[in-house]
T-cell receptor, first 114, second 113 residues
Framework: KQEVTQIPAALSVPEGENLVLNCSFT??????LQWFRQDPGKGLTSLLL?????REQTSGRLNASLDKSSGRSTLYIAASQPGDSATYLC?????????????FGTGTRLLVSP | EAGVTQSPTHLIKTRGQQATLRCSPI?????VYWYQQALGLGLQFLLW???????NRGNFPPRFSGRQFPNYSSELNVNALELEDSALYLC????????????FGPGTRLTVL
């Protein structure tokens, strides 16, 4: 059974800091991995999607890496801003289910203070 | 393009009652997914509908059920509500079952008293 863990559970940083969020998964047989952002009272917004054959994806100040063999992914946020405050969720799509079920981690709650 | 919409935003019920949650997918999307996000737990996959049929369900009891209508909107029904059913219920849609990502709605907050 695929399990996804995110560390840390919460993180508080001053504005401008670079930070790393961690995600680990127990079964390396994945189809892809996504990072989502969840704001209070709103749904999830997809930030980055990494296919199993890829090592990293970048979008603006965000960079996500994937090491499938070790079951790890990191989300790097450069020059953090107060608007980055949200909960960040990692989700894997298992490669052996044949359908698009996503398995989520419990998230990292990020607070960036001005 | 309108996103995934869900109604109601909040729902308060008492134990033993039934709850009905609704979801309208993005226009053109045929697959609808339901997830439960209980306090302190990650999002758990509940149900997947595609082309009007239930294609798969997560590890939830049969009192969690739903359907997908011809216009691809979907309903989630929870019967015999229990306190632990209190959660945020998220609906997502995708163009087909083969696309890489799902687009999520804002969720329905269900509180069971």
């Amino acid at each position: 059974k695929q399990e996804v863990t995110q560390i840390p559970a919460a993180l508080s940083v001053p504005e401008g800091e670079n930070l790393v969020l961690n995600c680990s998964f127990t079964d390396s047989a994945i189809y892809n991995l996504q990072w989502f952002r969840q704001d209070p009272g709103k749904g999830l917004t997809s930030l980055l999607l990494i296919q199993s054959s890829q090592r990293e994806q970048t979008s603006g100040r965000l960079n996500a890496s994937l090491d499938k063999s070790s079951g790890r992914s990191t989300l790097y946020i450069a020059a953090s801003q107060p608007g980055d405050s949200a909960t960040y969720l990692c989700a894997v799509r298992p490669g052996n289910t044949g359908f698009q079920k996503l398995v989520f981690g419990t998230g990292t709650r990020l607070l960036v203070s001005p | 393009e309108a996103g995934v919409t869900q109604s109601p935003t909040h729902l308060i019920k008492t134990r033993g009652q039934q709850a009905t949650l609704r979801c309208s997918p993005i226009s053109g999307h045929t697959s609808v997914y339901w997830y439960q996000q209980a306090l302190g737990l990650g999002l758990q996959f509940l149900l997947w509908y595609d082309e009007g049929e239930e294609r798969n369900r997560g590890n939830f009891p049969p009192r969690f059920s739903g359907r997908q209508f011809p216009n691809y909107s979907s309903e989630l029904n929870v019967n015999a509500l229990e306190l632990e059913d209190s959660a945020l219920y998220l609906c997502a849609s995708s163009p087909t079952e083969f696309t890489d990502t799902q687009y999520f709605g804002p969720g329905t907050r269900l509180t069971v008293l």
